[in-house]
């Protein structure tokens, strides 16, 4: 009889398993079918990695997708997937910021007001990479003039 309860256990929590790793992977390849690439290169990009989330006045519209550096100018370019609902004009700024003293970095967003919408494959010209606390800090601490 224990047994029996044992196998009963057991195949309730593969049933659960299996419904939760088919309920992500169908959300997941929802995600990514849906909506178009943008662009942005940065000078510095410290705390972004593959995955991070895109936000537009702290509600997520997208997720960094790809990161390269140019062996030319050493800049990093990312492409980000934004959700199709969202439309980005082409004055749109970009910028890495911190959800807080130590919270991660995401992309912040901040539309323009041009009528024209980017498009798929296009790049935002306005950006601003991260900025290192530490070195502000430091900044701070050791610039102090003394008179």
Sequence with gaps: ???FFETCVGF???IVAGSFFYF???CSAKN???????SASFDKI????IGSDVKIGGVKVGNVNKITLSPETYLVTI???LNETVRIPRDTAAAITSEGLLGGKFISLTPGGDDVMLKTGESLI???GSINLETLIGKMMFSSETK
């Design 46 to 49: 410290d705390g972004i990695s």
């Design 12 to 14: 309730v929590v593969l």
């Design 32 to 38: 990514i079918s849906s909506g178009y690439i943008l």
């Design 24 to 26: 992500a992977y169908f």
């Design 79 to 81: 492409e980000m997937h």
């Design 1 to 3: 009889m224990d047994r």
């Design 126 to 128: 306005h950006t601003q």
